[in-house]
């Protein structure tokens, strides 16, 4: 049985006060650094490592960790960082000695096949909607009696989508990245597949 006044109201009590102490105590044996000392981050962020699973890479990772938080964050003026601006990623097949860090975005899915595999200081356009004709909302169907008006159809489909194209271009977008479908003739429409800048 719990001694007489031991209640969990009074556990807890305690545990305040120690974590406020322990506060107290690790706030005046602090050292101030600043974020411009690479070095001594560096330092730092290996000393973590060494009491974890990857200890024995601490000094090639150290100096990554503290790389991928000086991208994200302005050492003038930080005072804390979002880690969540940082992802990583494991690839199946890899060791942590493949472990790079890229500067930028990397996209995992295929491009299309425009020959283009790098662009630098790109200007990304992200659109939500498919670069192919509109479908009405609606079941119902069209009855074509003529190849007059199936080419008229042809025509206007290709003039949509040739006018979303230069729209995306005039925008002085030069990488696209599209959530749903595009239609090939739209990419054989699209004037900045074939010039990257």
Known sequence: AAPAGDTPHHRIGGFQVAQNKAIEILTSIAQPIKLSDRESLIKMASTSLN???VSQYSNMLAPL????????????????????DIRVV???GGTVEDTKLIKGIVLT????PTGVRRVERAKVAL???????????????VVISDYTQMDRILREE????LDLCKKIKK??????LIQKSIL????NDMPCTSSPR
Request: positive net charge.
């Open 51 to 53: 009491s974890k699973v």
């Open 127 to 141: 659109i939500q909607f498919c670069l192919s004709p509109p479908k009405t909302d609606m079941d119902n169907q």
């Open 65 to 84: 960790s503290v790389d991928a938080i000086m991208n994200i964050i302005d050492p003038e003026t930080a005072t804390n960082v979002n880690l969540k």
């Open 184 to 187: 090939r003739d739209a990419l």
């Open 109 to 112: 899915q295929k491009a299309q």
């Open 158 to 161: 290709r003039a949509y989508i």
């Open 171 to 176: 925008s002085g977008a030069n990488v696209l």
């Open 90 to 92: 494991a690839k199946v």
